[in-house]
């Protein structure tokens, strides 16, 4: 479970850095004012949708995916890394790479939708599973 936690905290930062160089292009280019910057809003200027789709998502990297995070440990800590567990993970972690591409770069929202359903219906088999093998081992 290490290594489906790793990457994605390594996508999450690869992200990071691509928003930044995004949103510094975007001053640079006067596409976007620096003032925007300190609230996230601006009056009189249009906002790229690159831009607001690009930092909506990184907010959402921080929602499901710590549901993601704590079933991994969990998993790791009651032993219960199983192939079924580990390939679980690495399903969610392609789901999340595959949403956050959907989103940031043409946002087709039936995709999005469908890639995220994804992604919560396999984080909640993790849980289920988790749930059933711990039990299992705990009686």
Known sequence: ?????FAL???????IV?????RLKSVRTRTVSLSYYRV???KDAEIPTQILAGGRHLSNMFETPVLFYVVSVLAIVLQVETLWMITLGWVYVGARI??????????????RMLIFWLGIIVLLL??????????????
Not at 1 to 5: K, N, R, T
Not at 9 to 15: E, H, M, N, P, Y
């Open 9 to 15: 905290v390594a996508f999450v930062f690869l992200f």
């Open 18 to 22: 691509c928003q930044f160089i995004l």
């Open 98 to 111: 595959v949403h956050a591409y959907i989103h940031a770069v043409y946002n087709n929202v039936i995709h």
């Open 40 to 42: 996230f809003q601006c």
């Open 1 to 5: 479970m290490l290594y489906p936690m």
């Open 126 to 139: 993790m849980w289920i599973t988790l749930v059933i093998s711990a039990s299992a081992t705990a009686v």
